[in-house]
């Protein structure tokens, strides 16, 4: 397909950047935007911001890159190559355009579904690029925030006994904490949900691959067989979670964020457990079905629990 499920913002912020004002192309300012940013450091930090929403892929790709090439291009004006620090502090952040999908039902699904992966994408996050976002002041995971979660779940049932269930869905949002990874509160601000797990970046390919592994929950929320969260601790039961996590994420939408390859199997499997019991706690799904192959399984990751995931793994280009 050509275009996303939903129109897609995005906000990159990179610090030391080699030059300021940043020079921009008058025929391309339309794209981004560009503004300081308090959480950043020094005197040439910046965070870009896209102008406008867009849904067509090639339109992404190209804004994209255009950000990419123009941000380390402009280098090779100096005699020494300097590119833009991403440092612990910088972060990609993608808003999912949620207006026109404004239901409890969706909403809850895939809030459900983004809790269940956000283990794992810490977890990868923090091997592939050597920074921890989890321990981030501004990207609050579900751990350390568990009891607004499950406060915005429980408004959000009510929500439907209201005459008017869209104003109170968006009220309901207005009270939600700001900085958590996945920020519920820009729905009221923006219409749009908000992930804040991504470390800093401004490979083109590599932010590509991060929109494109969101934008397929909002796919897999919209297909029948998915679209209940409360199936899903039985069908992982049933099918494990490697197979499960195959099922959603092509070999296209892995190709530049590769769980397999920079995870091992038992910590893919260790985050998914974490993930399926956050699911569980916030909305209080089944439990997943015991078997021997399950309590060895979980004897394993017991074992894994008591070692630090090793920050070792190189960054690819």
């Known amino acids: 397909m050509d275009k996303y499920p939903c129109e897609v913002g995005i906000e990159i912020e990179l610090e030391e950047l080699p030059y300021w004002p940043i020079i921009w192309p008058k025929n391309r300012e339309h794209i981004w935007e560009i503004k300081k940013d308090g959480s950043l450091r020094g005197d040439t930090c910046a965070e870009f911001v896209l102008k406008t929403p867009l849904i067509n892929k090639k339109d992404i790709f190209y804004a994209l890159r255009l950000l990419e090439n123009h941000v380390t291009l402009a280098t090779s004006l100096f005699s020494k190559r300097i590119l833009p620090l991403c440092s612990e502090r910088t972060s990609v952040h993608i808003h999912l355009d949620m207006s026109k999908r404004l239901g409890i039902d969706f909403i809850r699904n895939l809030l459900g579904y983004s809790i269940l992966m956000e283990s794992l994408w810490f977890a990868f996050f923090k091997k592939f690029y050597n920074v921890d976002r989890s321990q981030n002041h501004f990207c609050i995971s579900f751990k350390d925030c568990g009891e607004q979660y499950k406060e915005f779940a429980n408004n959000l ?31 009221y601000k923006f219409g749009s949900l908000e992930y804040r797990h991504h470390p800093g970046e401004f490979k083109a390919k590599h932010i590509f691959a991060w929109i494109n592994t969101l934008t397929r929950l909002v796919d897999i929320c919209s297909q029948d067989e998915y679209q209940n969260i409360e199936n899903v601790p039985i069908y992982i039961s049933q099918q494990g979670y490697i197979p499960f996590l195959n099922k959603i994420y092509s070999q296209e939408e892995t190709k530049y964020l590769p769980f397999f390859s920079v995870l091992s199997k038992d910590e893919i499997e260790f985050c998914m457990e974490e993930g399926v019991s956050n699911s569980q706690e916030l909305f209080e799904l089944p439990n997943i079905q015991k078997s021997s192959e399950a309590i060895h399984k979980q004897y394993m990751h017991m074992k894994f629990k008591n070692r630090k995931i090793s920050s070792n793994h190189r960054k690819p280009d």
């Open 157 to 187: 049932m009510k929500a439907s006994s209201q005459p008017s269930v869209r104003t109170a869905i968006i009220r309901i949002f207005k009270t939600f904490p700001r900085y958590t990874a996945i920020n519920a509160q820009s729905l």
